[in-house]
């Protein structure tokens, strides 16, 4: 706690602080990559809204339409949305912020193998990017919700995670006129505050990170110079039917939304994850995860659920050392069956990540606040782990 007063005090000093908060407006225009229509609402725009089927292109073309997705909240929603998800006031000890485990430089991941939460307890799990979660349809690698308000209740009231209840939480919006007045900015015909509101905002925010304007986009629209020959090459490798990455992995989300067992191992001492098992209450699903996008992944290392591949080479490598080769013995696991024995060479692993590095795309990354409604330090920075500040 006593960390949080020194950078409050200057604050105090900066900024026009009252008694109640420092004074903020909510952002009344889009952020990038959306535009505004009629009922104040943010609509997403890009090109692969133009491209409307994947005919006669096969599994991975490069002109494949995309997913259903979210958009539509409004500017004030959204911005609120990026307010709460750096504040440290959502969790019960303010310690603990949504950006405390996706930090914007890395992903939106922290890179942790297995995530931290408040009193430094561990997660059992690696924390997800959120980039491009507009086109998801289930959250969480086990695929156990089904929407980003469902979603953001796991963390905010998990005791190891942020530790609040829903009433505890209620009372402290409500104790912050700020907020007060700032979600009456965003909600301006609810009558008072409610929670859904708070869940609403957090999911615009989050709907809001789309990361669609890679290089590799840039080849996918027609642009042959944005990648040079060995990326190419590896996007060949990474479609090819030996491979078989693009299967699961589809562009242009580089995911097909689906789960799937591919048999990843644990790191050394921890017990194998039934993963979706538990979800579905079905034996085929034992250790079963979604399929993540690779859309930035050069920067959310270590990779798979259970962060056991600390590099992209390794993670890419695991594909090609053996169907379930890293399934405990004695494990019945029913593992798709487009994971097989590519045989890649070392220097088609090399071109594979290659490749997976042009998928890196940042342009419309959120600006982090440097002020928050509750007076506290926004969390997050530089990429450095929190709790070794
Ligand atoms: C203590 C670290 C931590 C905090 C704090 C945290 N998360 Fe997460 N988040 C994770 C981990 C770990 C997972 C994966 C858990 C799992 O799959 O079982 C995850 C999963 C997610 C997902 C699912 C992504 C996907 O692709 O399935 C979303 C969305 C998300 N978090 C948003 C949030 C929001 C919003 C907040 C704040 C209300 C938040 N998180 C707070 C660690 C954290
Ligand atoms: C059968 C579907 C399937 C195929 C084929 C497949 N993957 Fe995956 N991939 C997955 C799933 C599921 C996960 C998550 C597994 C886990 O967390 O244990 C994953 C995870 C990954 C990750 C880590 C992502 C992260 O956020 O941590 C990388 C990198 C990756 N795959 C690359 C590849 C490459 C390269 C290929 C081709 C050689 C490939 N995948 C083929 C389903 C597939």
Request: aromatic share 10%; net charge negative.
């Amino acid at each position: 706690m006593l960390r949080y007063l020194a950078p409050i005090t200057i604050l105090m000093c900066w900024s026009n602080v009252s008694a109640s908060g420092p004074a903020i407006t909510l952002s009344n225009k889009c952020p990038g990559g959306f535009e505004l229509v009629e009922s104040n609402r943010c609509e997403l725009r890009t090109l692969y809204q133009f491209y409307t089927s994947n005919q006669g292109r096969g599994v991975g073309g490069t002109q494949t339409a995309l997913p259903e997705h979210r958009d539509g909240f409004s500017p004030q929603q959204i911005d609120l949305g990026r307010y709460l998800f750096f504040d440290p006031l959502l969790s019960v000890d303010q310690s603990t912020a949504c950006s405390s485990c996706h930090q914007p430089e890395l992903g939106f991941t922290d890179g942790r193998a297995q995530s931290r939460g408040i009193a430094n307890s561990e997660t059992d799990r690696s924390a997800p990017s959120l980039w491009n979660s507009a086109f998801q349809q289930r959250f969480f690698w086990d695929a156990r919700s089904d929407s980003l308000e469902q979603q953001a209740q796991g963390p905010l009231y998990s005791p190891i995670e942020m530790g609040n209840t829903p009433p505890q939480l209620q009372q402290t919006i409500e104790n912050s006129a700020t907020y007060i007045a700032l979600f009456e900015q965003a909600f301006p015909d609810a009558e008072g505050f409610d929670l859904a509101q708070l869940y609403t905002a957090l999911a615009a925010f989050q709907s809001s990170l789309v990361s669609l304007n890679s290089r590799y986009d840039q080849y996918a629209h027609g642009n042959h110079q944005a990648l040079a020959d060995n990326e190419i090459a590896g996007l060949n490798v990474f479609r090819s039917f030996v491979a078989r990455c693009a299967e699961c992995h589809t562009p242009p989300l580089f995911t097909n939304n689906q789960i799937a067992v591919i048999g990843t191992p644990e790191p050394p001492g921890k017990q194998f994850d039934v993963g979706a098992l538990t979800t579905f209450n079905n034996e085929k699903m034992r250790g079963g995860f979604k399929v993540p996008t690779l859309r930035n992944i050069e920067l959310t290392a270590p990779y798979m659920h259970s962060g056991v591949f600390k590099n992209l080479r390794d993670a890419a490598e695991f594909y090609t050392k053996g169907r379930g080769h890293a399934v405990p013995e004695g494990m019945e696991l029913h593992i798709h069956w487009h994971i097989w024995e590519p045989e890649l060479k070392s220097a088609e692993l090399d071109l594979l990540v290659a490749f997976l590095a042009t998928l890196t795309d940042q342009s419309f990354l959120p600006e982090v606040p440097t002020v928050l409604p509750s007076g506290l330090t926004p969390l997050t920075t530089n990429g450095k782990l929190l709790a070794e500040q």
